[in-house]
């Protein structure tokens, strides 16, 4: 099983690679002195949507916001540019504030975006449909692609395996694009993909691939995949923007749930895909409402797994401008 590294030496790694693309963006100081103008940044999976409608629909700008997606590989990448102060709010997964916080960097969720629920699940494992692999037993030896090594759909993957009996360092992982995870299982570079949607979903269409099992379901029924966060700092001098910025992403969140035929436009455009490859796109919970236990059971996990030194209340990187569900 590959090491895990810091989330500190991902962040330093990350900004090092970042560096020439974010070159050109507005500096923090820049970003405080006009705080209506907010740089996100964000990923391509599916958990994205309600910011594109937001920003498509001029949600913010009606909220007095001039909101500006960067769009970026992944969490590792956007935490990297909020640590440096290229952005000011980052979309990740439950994860990545949740290391950041655990590792001294003051990162808080200001939002949740998206919860997995197992009634409605949006991230599979997928293998070709002639291999011989049935359950997480026949995975032992094997090579298992993941979008990223160090993000709450690991934790998943690492308790779906020990639930089954199976030694975590019997299996190899290998980090992979979303979109890329296809072609690496069509040319056996690895053995099974953990895939989100609309990479998922496109996969399926494919009809060269089935479910091997929806892993997040060992974590629990319902938990936070995607959240917003920033700095405490820039946070708590900007409570009010946040707040707007909440609002609208809100309104754009209900709008995306209802609609989600009519927004798999904007997911395809930003993710580079053909709008074809979504006619099958299963969207996670839709939802910026956060409860303790959306974000406790990714705490739990990651301390279980040695993502993070100790565990914690999640209570301590909830914001409180953030809207909390009963």
Not at 119 to 147: C, E, F, R, W
Not at 227 to 240: E, K
Request: charged share 15%; glycine share 8%.
């Amino acid at each position: 099983m590959r090491t895990v590294p810091s989330i500190a030496a991902r962040l330093l790694i990350a900004a090092s690679l970042l560096a020439s693309e974010c070159a050109g963006l507005p500096s923090a100081a820049g970003a405080q002195a006009a705080p209506e103008t907010i740089l996100v940044g964000a990923s391509s999976d599916d958990v994205v949507r309600p910011l594109l409608y937001a920003v498509d629909a001029g949600l913010f700008k009606k909220a007095g916001l001039d909101v500006q997606l960067v769009k970026l590989a992944n969490g590792a990448a956007v935490a990297a540019a909020v640590a440096g102060g290229s952005i000011q709010l980052g979309k990740g997964s439950a994860l990545t504030p949740v290391q950041a916080y655990a590792k001294g960097i003051p990162f808080i969720v200001t939002a949740n975006l998206a919860n997995y629920s197992s009634d409605s699940p949006n991230i599979a494992m997928l293998v070709q449909n002639s291999a011989p692999i049935h359950g997480p037993k026949d995975l032992v030896g094997k090579t298992i692609g993941m979008v990223g090594l160090n993000d709450s759909n690991t934790l998943g993957v690492y308790a779906w395996l020990e639930k089954a009996g199976v030694d975590l360092t019997s299996v190899k992982f290998l980090e992979l694009g979303n979109s890329a995870g296809a072609a690496a299982l069509e040319a056996n570079r690895v053995d099974a993909m953990l895939f989100l949607d609309p990479a998922l979903s496109a996969a399926l269409a494919t009809n060269n691939f089935r479910v091997l099992s929806y892993p997040n379901d060992a974590l629990g029924r319902r938990f936070s995949v995607g959240t917003m966060f920033g700095f405490a700092s820039w946070v708590n001098a900007h409570l009010d923007e946040v707040a707007r910025f909440n609002r609208a992403l809100s309104t754009a969140e209900a709008f995306v749930a209802g609609h989600e035929n009519e927004t798999k436009a904007l997911a395809a455009a930003y993710a580079g895909l053909d709008l074809s490859q979504l006619q099958n796109v299963r969207p996670p919970t839709r939802t910026t409402g956060i409860t303790t236990s959306d974000m406790q059971i990714v705490i739990d996990a990651a301390a279980k797994y040695k993502f993070i030194p100790q565990d914690f209340n999640a209570n301590d990187i909830i914001c409180k401008c953030a809207t909390r569900e009963k």
